[in-house]
């Protein structure tokens, strides 16, 4: 596993520390790695709904209400794992 030197501000330091020091995390290596995959998925699934927006407004205006847009978008969002 590639090895990298960081440095962090005071406060992201010690708050690292403290959730080592709660048993949540073994490590500081382990939390930044566990909060990096969490802002890669999280980029995932923004790009996924920045993709949706702009296929929608590509197809101009609907007739649908807004209760038929949330439940139509949530069969769609469930369908891909997202849920």
């Known amino acids: 596993m590639p ?6 501000t005071t406060p992201n330091d010690e708050w690292l520390k ?8 073994t490590s500081k290596s ?7 995959r969490q802002a890669r998925t999280q980029q995932k699934e923004v790009d996924w709904i920045r993709a ?21 978008s ?5 369908k891909n794992g997202k849920l």
């Open 3 to 8: 090895r990298q030197s960081i440095s962090f």
């Open 18 to 25: 403290a959730q080592v020091q709660s048993e949540e995390y």
């Open 30 to 36: 382990e939390l930044v790695n566990d909060l990096i």
């Open 52 to 72: 949706k927006i702009i296929r929608a407004e590509r197809r101009g205006f609907t007739e649908m209400t807004r209760a038929e847009i949330l439940k139509k």
């Open 74 to 78: 949530k069969e769609e969002f469930g």
